[in-house]
């Protein structure tokens, strides 16, 4: 092993010409900081949890540089090698979900830097499970329905825009009657989507379960059953980060939760964890305390730099 860094990262993030300007870009940067690493391109789907499980059984401390598809695949790989590796990220994809869970904006050059300065601490992390035997490792959001569909229309699709493909999956969408079993409570009922938040949000900054900690060693979840055309009225204060409380928001928090289709007929629902699609309900999710230790800045810059846009933290909710 000859650098202390194995840089991971997908040529296609953020559009092939984008993900070759912010890789020369991120050369130029960690070699300004004199760091001593090593590139490594994915070349499939799912390459980037083998590379990182290898990379970080032969002692590299291991950096998913891409969209939130690479970071979660770099992470998952890492944890899964049990070699209790570092982990960090170089944010360069359109989401950037997963290193805001840990405090690091979409910034090569910060990026960079948090990597030089070295910090490191734990963080919760979520272990996801299907019952057909899908098992995933997650950061920030793992959720059911409406908007694992827009992630799976998002990853298939070559449309760009976001916000198209909710418009066009919500327009076709049914809500289907749910379970949810969690340690000390239960739901049953009609649903549009069930996050399940270790992270407070996804789709590139909407804060569906803003009073997420990775400190508390428990999931936050949000139940929501709002309709079609009052929903897309709802995007908008999930990015201020002002949707909760809401009348048709059930909150709850808890560390272990199944969520099964209430009726055997319905056709289940699809979940997903950072981005990536597990497969149809049921599916069961677990948080584990202190799971993972990451390389991240020492203060939250992700939450200072959301106030300074909005006046008040994601998570304070009493506005």
Known sequence: MEADYAIIHNPTAGGSNQAVKDMEYAKKCLDDLKLSYKFFKTEYAGHAIELASQLAKEGYRVIGAGGDGTCNEVLHGAISSKSGALCGFIPMGSGNDIPAVIGITPDIKRACEIIAEGYSSKSDI???????????????????????????????????????????????????EIKVIMDNDSFEGMANLTAVGNGGAYGGGMYVCQKASIEDGLFDISVVDIGKIKLLFQFKRMYSGSLLPHPDVYEYQSKKVRIEMLKSEDKPYLCQVDGEVLGSLPVTYETIKDGYEFIRPKINEVAEAFKEKYGHYYYECDH
């Open 126 to 176: 979520g272990f996801a499970k299907t019952d057909e035997g899908v098992e995933r490792y997650f950061l920030g959001v793992g959720s059911q329905g409406f908007d694992a569909e827009v992630a799976r229309r998002a990853n298939e699709n070559q449309e760009k825009n976001y916000n198209a493909i909710v418009i066009k999956t919500l327009f076709a969408w049914k809500s289907r």
